[in-house]
Structures are given as C-alpha cells and as structure tokens.
C-alpha cells in the first residue's frame, strides 16, 4: 500500500487525531444501522449493528472494533460506506459494554478475545449465504488475528479472508508505548474516561469483583488491566494478559487470506513491535506505509476524509471472493 499524508497531517499525532475528529467519514447522511441484540453462549447479550446486502449472496463484511470503539467509530461509518457502495452487507458486533447498555455477565472484552470472535463469526456464517469477510481495527484486529492464528484451517471455514488494521499484534510493547510522554497525556486519558466508569459500574452489578479502590486510583492501561480486565478474563495479572492475549505468535499459524496493516508512524503501536515477513505464514500480507498514524489515513482535501484505507482494504478483500 502506497499513502501519502495530507501537508496539513505532518505526524503521526495529527494523522491519528485529525480524521477522528473532523475528516469526512460518511457519504450519504446517517448509516441506516440496524440493531439486533445476540444471546451470548454464557447468558449475556452482545448487540450488533447491520446494513443489509443488495442480494443474499453478496459479501458480507463484519467489523471488530477498538478499544472504546463501537459503530459510531469513525472507521466503523467508512467501512459501512464502502461495504454500502459495493451492495455488501455490513456488521459491527459490539464487544460486551461497548454497545451504549452495560453487558450482564462479570466480564467484559478484551485484546485477545478470540473465543468471542470465533461464536460471533459462526453465527453470520450459519445465517449468510455469500462469502464473510472480517476486518478488525486495532484491539478488535489483535482479536482477530489471534482467533485466525488459534483456528488454522479451520478459519476458512467461517471466512474467506481477514485484515487487522493499526492493531498492537505485541501488546507489551504497545501498552508501554500507550503508558508514556505525550500518548499518556492524551490517549491514555481519552481511553480511561470511558473505561473507568464502565469499570466502576461493573462492580456496582457486582460488588467485590475487583479492587474498586485500586482501580479509582488508575492511571494508565497498565493498572487499569492489571486490575480489572485481566484478573476479570483468566490472566494473572497485565504481563500475563499483554504475553498471552498478543496476535504476533500465532501470526505464522494462520491458513487463510490475512492482510496486517500498520503504519511505522503510529504513535501507541510502535514499528519495533511490528511483524517481519519472516515471522508470519504465507497466508499473511503485510501493509506497512511510512505515514498513516494510529487508524487515521487521511485522504485529501481538506478538512479530509477517511475512506482511503476501507477502498484500499476491500479491494484486497475481493481478491478473496470464493
């Protein structure tokens, strides 16, 4: 992938910042979503956003989240457009919480949900009649390629191809990164003044399960999963959590189609972490432009708009129409 960004996005801060806030991510007014509410395998509900298909055997394209994110994203509302301008259909599954309701069961999501991946894609594979492709964004994209990675041949099965975009395929030294300087100021705290108050209002549903003192005083990602998300999900504690819940391990285990896509400017994934062609499959392609920032990919004029990357993606997905 060749990108180019904007003169007025000089770095990879501007080019994460700019198109999340003020870059065009909609063609035609308001995405005529439609919610369906799941029932989870463990009793919980999970909801889901849909645009329905020019014909029942057209692609459907299913999108994965951020951390935070939901279908309001503005990654989320371009994907939908271009999915909508090719006859796709389109969903985005929320991860428990993220959904605008809180989710019912002592848990909530995370980086390396592959279980949670693998029951939502087999149940658009057991309704949908044409070929599913999935696209997760930064945690939801770890996700995925982890579920892809543990599935192996099996994941050819639900999907005919998958792509992560800006996601923290080693989530140690991401979250170092996300901890530090300029990202803790901004990034962390934007996360956290979400997260905190979900978190708070988990152990309201549930009193006693985690440290509510400890987790008041967070601040940063570090101590808020060492607190909450991993002791909620089966890890130890963070390292066990960032070790085991990361994608790259697994990347050269993965037998369908999979495109990476990071830019080496992302400020909170940095290029250190990324994989190398010798540490991934032959199913897996890497997309790794110079500028880009964290899920940003701006296209000109300005003020900008951020369709570039889901045009760039889904015709490398269609390459995988079977």
Known sequence: MNYLAPWWLPDGHSQTIWPALFSRRVRDGKLPFKRERWSSPDADFVDVDRLSATHADAPLLVLFHGLEGSSQSHYSQAFGCVARSKGWAFAVPHFRG???????APRAYHSGDHEEIGWLLAR????HQGPIFAVGVSLG???????????QNQAARLVSAVTAISSPLDLTISGHAIGKGFNRHVYTRMFLRSMLPKATSKWEQYPGLFDLQRLRAARDLY???DIF???LHGFANTKDYWSRAS????LASIRVPALAVNALNDPFVPAVGLPTIGEVGSCVTLWQP?????????GAPFPGHVFVLPQAVCEWLCLHIC
């Open 290 to 298: 110079a500028q880009g920032g964290h899920v940003g990919f701006a």
């Open 141 to 151: 994209g770890n996700a995925l390629l982890r579920w892809a990675g543990e599935a």
């Open 98 to 104: 993220c959904s605008g309701e809180l989710n019912l």
């Open 247 to 250: 994608a790259k391990p697994v």
């Open 124 to 127: 658009f594979r057991a309704e």
């Open 229 to 231: 998300t991993a002791p």
């Open 223 to 225: 101590e808020f999963d």
